[in-house]
T-cell receptor, first 115, second 114 residues
Framework: AQSVTQLGSHVSVSEGALVLLRCNYS??????LFWYVQYPNQGLQLLLK??????LVKGINGFEAEFKKSETSFHLTKPSAHMSDAAEYFC?????????????FGAGTRLAVHP | EADIYQTPRYLVIGTGKKITLECSQT?????MYWYQQDPGMELHLIHY???????EKGDLSSESTVSRIRTEHFPLTLESARPSHTSQYLC?????????????FGPGTRLLVL
């Protein structure tokens, strides 16, 4: 069965510091993995996705994530945090069930950026 | 511009009322989804549709119902709202190859049932 675990429901960093948001997955088949960002009172916006083409995936707003099969991880990073990065971040894994494509989401990590 | 729309954005309603949450997309996608999200929690799939006249229940049991009469429209209805229905409801759509396709989300509807 597929599942996603995001370590740390809240992460706080200083502006300009490294952002690291952790995501571990469980999947019985090669996974397709996604990171979404949710700003207050908005829907989810795709940051990046892994589809097995390359283990290091670059996304929007300077974010990137590295797929590590041996560690079953897909951590999200950004070298230098900006105040505008404050939001909720969700990791998700895509899978097929009953012939239908579905997404399973982690519980989310709220990122706070302070001056 | 291709987008996905949800109305209303916020809704406060009394117990027992019938409500319909609207979702429309101009993405040209065949697949649409409804998720329920409680504060600080993950999203749970409650309904999905792979095309006109096709609807399925998701992983989380819900008393709501959906319909898909037009490709671009996927409304969600609660016949009799209860406080336990208070939550945020997110609509999404996708198109393309199965497991690689990206789901695009609307802005959500925050529902408060008194």
């Amino acid at each position: 069965a597929q599942s996603v675990t995001q370590l740390g429901s809240h992460v706080s960093v200083s502006e300009g510091a490294l952002v690291l948001l952790r995501c571990n997955y469980s999947s019985s088949v090669p996974p397709y993995l996604f990171w979404y960002v949710q700003y207050p009172n908005q829907g989810l916006q795709l940051l990046l996705k892994y589809t097995s083409a390359a283990t290091l995936v670059k996304g929007i707003n300077g974010f990137e994530a590295e797929f590590k099969k041996s560690e079953t991880s897909f951590h999200l990073t950004k070298p230098s945090a900006h105040m505008s990065d404050a939001a909720e971040y969700f990791c998700a894994v895509s899978y097929i069930s009953g012939g239908y494509n579905k997404l399973i989401f982690g519980a989310g990590t709220r990122l706070a950026v302070h001056p | 511009e291709a987008d996905i729309y949800q109305t209303p954005r916020y809704l406060v309603i009394g117990t027992g009322k019938k409500i319909t949450l609207e979702c429309s997309q101009t993405m040209g996608h065949d697949k649409m989804y409804w998720y329920q999200q409680d504060p600080g929690m993950e999203l749970h799939l409650i309904h999905y549709s792979y095309g006109v006249n096709s609807t399925e229940k998701g992983d989380l049991s819900s008393e709501s119902t959906v319909s898909r009469i037009r490709t671009e429209h996927f409304p969600l209805t609660l016949e009799s709202a209860r406080p336990s229905h208070t939550s945020q409801y997110l609509c999404a759509s996708s198109g393309g190859h199965m497991t690689q396709e990206t789901q695009y989300f609307g802005p959500g509807t925050r529902l408060l049932v008194l």
